[in-house]
């Protein structure tokens, strides 16, 4: 099968879609070398760290996701390879059907939170897009019903798959010289999520600030966030400055060694496609206290402690009860492990699979 799918999500440093893609993209060259693959990036050497362009064919891309210019650039290339397939791996699409096409729909965030501009997007060309798609791909039940409630589309194309952790083998880093290299020093919470306002980021920071009226011994928050106005001024009002370390961004193996080593996960987040981050601390033994609103039931489940996001006092109540009782820490971050086992890339990978050779064969 001849298949050209939209990579540009795919960067230096992997996350959302790109995460998702490369994760994908992965299990289709170890289960489908048949499948001649050819990928749309902006940077080629985007797809070198995974060894991508060298096992893929690859198209250099000049509009970027969302430029209107892609609205010519993309079907001119894609008429051109003469394609079987076409995975639109964003909400990044063409307005027409030039080839067979999937679309991946992670979540409605820009149709619920967005500006004028990206709701109009939503309803004309997402919606135009939704109609002519073979197959649609979510990622929870939740976003299938946030689409095909907020879509005119039959609900037999709209495909659920779920993700996964992505566990890290032989991490070349240690403990030791991670936390020395923040300054972290005593145990910690660990929370974070991009400063856009349904990630509630500065929740984590009053969560916090209630914890530390009823646990004396030292204590950190690790808060991985670019900073907003908003969070910024959450920030500057904390009193004891070196109890909160924020963090812009870190790598993927600085980040599992902050997940291994971490007293607490807390992810206060009012709406996610599916909700990584939570899953990824379950599947590192790290107890997880997190939002219970969107799809968060379904990623998180019996693994970890689903909360009202509003209620503080009550994520603080449980925070503090797994850093004072041994045997509740140890509880749930068993439950935590069990329940990640739940989910794999390589599944999401082979689903993902057999919706290409159904589109494929519609009509």
Same mark, same amino acid.
């Given at each position: ?38 990928l ?15 096992d ?23 008429k ?17 059907e030039?080839r ?20 109009a997007y ?15 791909i ?6 299938r ?17 779920y993700?996964?952790?992505n ?6 880093l ?11 020093s005593s ?16 929740s984590? !920071? ?9 646990? $004396? =011994?030292?204590?950190? &928050?690790? @808060? %991985?966030? +670019?900073?907003?106005?908003? !969070? ?9 400055? $070196? =109890?909160?370390?924020n &963090?812009? @961004? %870190?790598? +993927?193996?600085?980040?599992? !060694? ?15 496609g ?21 799809s968060l039931p ?13 209620n ?25 492990l ?8 390589h ?17």
């Amino acid at each position: 099968m001849k298949i050209v799918i939209d990579a540009r999500m795919i960067l230096k440093h992997l996350h959302g879609i790109g995460r998702y893609l490369h994760e994908i993209l992965c299990v289709v060259r170890k289960e489908r070398p048949d499948f001649e693959i050819t990928l749309l990036t902006n940077d080629p050497a985007n797809l070198e760290p995974a060894g991508f362009i060298k096992d893929f064919q690859y198209v250099k891309v000049k509009s970027r996701p969302f430029d209107p210019n892609e609205m010519v650039e993309i079907p001119s290339i894609l008429k051109g390879i003469k394609a079987e397939l076409y995975h639109a791996s964003s909400i990044s699409v063409p307005m027409y059907e030039v080839r067979p096409t999937v679309i991946t729909i992670l979540d409605l965030i820009p149709c619920h939170f967005g500006k004028f501009i990206h709701k109009a997007y939503c309803r004309t060309v997402l919606q135009r897009a939704v109609d002519y798609a073979r197959s649609i791909i979510t990622i929870s039940e939740y976003s299938r019903s946030d689409v095909l409630n907020y879509f005119k589309c039959s609900p037999d194309k709209v495909h659920v798959t779920y993700l996964a952790s992505n566990l890290i083998e032989n991490n070349p880093l240690t403990a030791e010289e991670v936390l020395k290299k923040y300054r972290i020093s005593s145990p910690f919470i660990l929370s974070l999520g991009n400063p856009k306002p349904h990630k509630n980021m500065k929740s984590s !920071i009053e969560i916090f600030k209630i914890i530390k009226q009823y646990v $004396e =011994d030292p204590l950190q &928050l690790v @808060f %991985i966030t +670019d900073t907003s106005p908003e !969070i910024r001024q959450t920030l500057d009002g904390y009193p004891v400055k $070196e =109890d909160i370390i924020n &963090l812009k @961004f %870190i790598d +993927d193996n600085e980040l599992d !060694i902050l997940y291994k080593n971490a007293r607490l996960f807390i992810f206060p987040s009012l709406f996610e496609g599916f909700g990584l981050p939570p899953l990824e601390a379950m599947a590192r033994g790290c107890p997880t206290i997190s939002s219970d609103r969107a799809s968060l039931p379904e990623s998180v489940g019996n693994g970890g402690i689903l909360i009202n996001p509003d209620n503080h006092e009550a994520f603080a109540k449980h925070a503090i009860t797994l850093l004072k009782d041994p045997e509740q820490w140890q509880q749930w971050s068993l439950k935590g492990l069990e329940w990640s086992k739940r989910f794999s890339w390589h599944k999401c990978g082979m689903e993902t699979i057999n919706i290409y050779e159904k589109s494929v064969l519609k009509y």
